[in-house]
């Protein structure tokens, strides 16, 4: 099993930054790929972004060139590095975690409990 726990969430203004943080313990080496989920309410959770255990990248359209995410192998943890946060970006977050090199949007087999992330405009 791997336990993931998200940090970092909380209100800011829109144009605003935040850096999200998503460490994995138990059996890391099962969090290879890790993805970046988000759920806004009353919508579907939405794929933000994700990084392959060997470093690729990808991003969803809403937010590519706004979101950075990378990872720290040594310290078991991604990130999701937003700027110029726009309302629509409140939502709770989510990191997931897959065994696979590479998961994409998914499926991913192990979720975290999410931080909120509130926009204000």
């Known amino acids: 099993q791997v336990q993931l726990v998200e940090s970092g969430g909380g209100l800011v203004q829109a144009g605003g930054s935040l850096r999200l943080s998503c460490v994995a313990s138990?059996?890391?080496?099962?969090?290879?790929?890790l993805g970046w989920f988000r759920q806004a309410p009353g919508k579907e959770r939405e794929f933000v972004g994700g990084?392959?255990?060997?470093?690729?990248?990808y991003y969803a359209n809403s937010v590519k060139g706004r979101v950075t995410i990378s990872r720290d192998n040594a310290k078991n943890t991604v990130y999701l590095e937003m700027n110029n946060l726009r309302p629509e970006d409140t939502a709770v977050y989510y990191c997931?975690?897959?065994?696979?090199?590479?998961?994409?949007?998914?499926?991913?087999?192990?979720w975290g409990q999410g931080t909120q992330v509130t926009v204000s405009s």
């Open positions: 997931a975690a897959s065994p696979r090199n590479w998961a994409g949007s998914g499926p991913y087999d192990y």
């Open positions: 138990g059996r890391t080496f099962s969090a290879n790929a």
């Open positions: 990084i392959s255990g060997s470093g690729g990248l």
